[in-house]
């Protein structure tokens, strides 16, 4: 613990608060923490940029929350007096946890509730009539209860804190929170949180900060390679099918991983091909019901799966986009069944997420920045990989200048990888995708949607009786069983490259799967968090040229 960084005890917070800080086992406040807290307490506006994962969602709620308690120790009369406005519902559930849990020992003094969730206006009514403290809320919803004078701000309003202030914009919200600002108070604080200080955040500090103090914080917008390691290998179509079922048949990456692909049906059609090789993975998209959505997060942060297949949906559509410079294509959450208000590449906290794979590369820098910072968070170690077909290089290419503006380290190294030693699995790979039929998607993606419509319903209510019943259910559960054949679950010996076989660790079934992966987490618990330098085999994969003291020449071309 650095001698002469601020604490937590050190700043004036409540003793309630610091109780709660000592049980999330925080030994002390990130670098944002400690520089916008003390402003935030003396009254001040804030615009922070701050990089992913570093801590920004306590940077604001610690204050908040000092704020509301010392305002109640003259004004007991109940009030909204904070709202936190964030883009997405996952977010939303996000923050208000967050907030329960920094609220452990003074629940009574701050209530917190979240309304970003998709009910009728009406259930959410007697909540707000309420008059909770603190309001989570996208600001479609939020504006919808203003209007329906379901709660009033303009006099009790003290704090507004717009989270991942970067992305409301893009996500539609525009007209929405300019018209929410009218029925604020004239004075209050405001917090402006963001990973990236885009145009539309500029456009938003003008709105809404008065006076404020910038803090723009660490260089770069992601980790550092000490902690963060990024890749990209070029593979048009197939072999992005081919080499993601070797690095995980072969147990080649190791512990979570986030897939990340640009649309739904990608999302099918990957989960419905590594089904086949009895690869289980979650599907995470805008048309599953948020009850779900949310629900799969928790389980994936609880350790039930290990991998998850999200699209990123709510980026820009159009590759050109950062040329196109103040022409970005907004969100307008049009398509059949989709939720405007889903994302999960964007600010949702997913817990030890050891790889970010890009297999449909991302179609603008912020959103490349937003992905690959799902991993590497809160000072864990992580590695992103993206695969990039021949006609994304231009946007690699955009990323990487992005990246090295000023620090060289922080550029993607090529993913040595000799794409000529996995050959002998391109027969199954081909046999793989050609059962993925249009129709096998189209039937899967129903099928998916059916479920867990039935399971958020449940989600609402029953499993809050049944906390047992909320144990057992599973979102990685195959699609399509039919198409699965056994023999392809199996990986013989003769296919493994002998590059490899120090590293591959086949996995042959489910059953097996899961005994092995819990070996994994074994692994990455000790070799990833206590030594820096693990055995990931994504890192030791690479650059044959420089051959690691005791470790055969591994199959890369680099
Ligand atoms: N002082 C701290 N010490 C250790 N862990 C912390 C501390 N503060 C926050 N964390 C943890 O760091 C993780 C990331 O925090 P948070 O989600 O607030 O990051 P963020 O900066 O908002 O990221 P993003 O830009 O991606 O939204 C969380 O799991 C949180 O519990």
């Given at each position: 613990m650095a001698a002469d960084r601020l604490q937590f005890h050190e700043m004036g917070l409540d003793d309630r608060l610091l109780k709660a800080l000592a049980d999330s086992g925080w030994a002390q406040p990130t670098l944002i923490q400690e520089k916008a807290i003390p402003l935030a307490l003396d009254g001040k506006d804030i615009l922070a940029r701050a990089r992913t994962g570093s801590g920004k969602t306590a940077a604001y709620a610690l204050p908040l929350i000092q704020r509301i308690l010392t305002s109640k120790e003259t004004v007991r009369e109940q009030a909204v007096r904070a709202v936190i406005l964030v883009p997405t519902k996952e977010l939303g559930h996000q923050v208000h946890t967050m907030i329960r849990q920094l609220t452990a020992y003074c629940a009574r003094d701050v209530r917190v509730a979240d309304i970003s969730g998709k009910v009728e206006l009406s259930v959410q009514r007697p909540i707000l009539m309420e008059k909770p403290d603190v309001v989570v809320g996208t600001p479609s919803r939020v504006l919808a209860h203003l209007s329906a004078h379901?709660?009033?701000?303009?006099?009790?309003?003290e704090i507004l804190v717009i989270d991942e202030a970067d992305l409301l914009f893009s996500f539609g919200f525009e007209s929405d929170l300019k018209s929410l600002l009218c029925h604020l108070p004239k004075i209050y604080q405001a917090f402006l949180m963001s990973a990236t200080l885009s145009e539309d955040v500029e456009a938003l500090k003008e709105l809404v900060l008065h006076n404020p103090v910038i803090l723009k914080l660490q260089g770069s917008q992601l980790p550092d390679n000490s902690q963060l390691q990024q890749y990209s290998v070029q593979c048009e179509e197939v072999d992005k099918f081919l080499l993601l079922y070797v690095l995980l048949k072969l147990s080649l990456i190791r512990g979570k991983t986030l897939v990340f692909v640009d649309a739904v049906d990608r999302c099918y059609r990957l989960k419905l091909f590594l089904e086949q090789f009895s690869i289980p993975a979650c599907v995470l998209n805008s048309e599953l019901p948020v009850q779900s959505r949310c629900h799969i997060i928790t389980q994936f942060n609880q350790g039930f799966y290990d991998c998850i297949i999200a699209t990123d949906e709510n980026t820009v559509d159009d590759p050109t986009v950062t040329v196109q410079k103040g022409k970005k294509k907004r969100n307008t959450g049009k398509g059949r069944g989709k939720d405007k208000e889903y994302g999960v590449s964007r600010g949702v906290d997913f817990h030890n997420v050891s790889n970010v794979i890009n297999f449909d590369f991302p179609h603008s820098v912020e959103s490349y920045i937003h992905r690959v910072g799902r991993t590497a968070r809160a000072g864990n170690l992580g590695t992103a990989l993206s695969f990039v077909s021949h006609t994304e290089l231009t946007l690699l290419a955009q990323v990487q200048d992005a990246l090295t503006g000023d620090n060289l380290d922080s550029a993607l190294k090529p993913y040595?990888?000799?794409m000529e030693e996995i050959e002998g699995f391109r027969y199954r790979c081909q046999d793989a995708m050609r059962s993925v039929t249009k129709q096998a998607i189209k039937e899967a993606r129903l099928k998916e949607i059916k479920q867990e419509l039935l399971n958020s319903e449940k989600l609402k209510t029953y499993f809050e009786d049944n906390p047992r019943d909320l144990q057992l259910l599973r979102h990685d559960k195959d699609l399509h069983p039919a198409v699965v054949k056994p023999h392809m679950k199996n990986v013989p010996e003769?296919?493994?490259p002998s590059a490899l076989k120090h590293l591959a660790n086949p996995l042959s079934c489910r059953k097996k799967r899961k005994k092995v992966n819990n070996a994994l987490h074994v692994v990455m618990k000790t070799k990833f968090k206590v030594s820096r330098k693990g055995s990931n085999p994504l890192k030791s994969f690479r650059h044959t040229g420089k051959k690691s003291k005791g470790r055969p020449k591994a199959s890369g071309k680099s």
């Open positions: 379901n709660m009033t701000l303009s006099t009790s309003l040595g990888f000799k003769y296919l493994i």
